[in-house]
């Protein structure tokens, strides 16, 4: 299986997944123990193929990101 992201959509999923995916809130939403299985490695492969991540402009980079991403989703999850 392949599942293709740009840069900015790859960027922006995996600070989510880093400060989502393990909290105990997002935990109670896990209701099929096996589907961590596919979480870890989305989360594995974002992290060893964005070096962006540890870049000291990170902050910045995420934002642009971001910001480039949002005219594309309309009003959807407004």
Do not use: N
């Amino acid at each position: 299986m392949r599942i293709e992201l740009s840069q900015d959509q790859a960027l922006v999923l995996s600070d989510w997944m880093d400060r989502v995916l393990h909290t105990k809130e997002f935990a109670a939403q896990v209701d099929d123990r096996a589907v961590w299985s596919a979480l870890f490695v989305i989360s594995g492969a974002l992290e060893t193929s964005l070096p962006a991540i540890f870049a000291a402009d990170y902050d910045e980079q995420l934002e642009a990101a971001r910001e480039r991403l949002l005219p594309q989703l309309g009003d959807f999850g407004k």
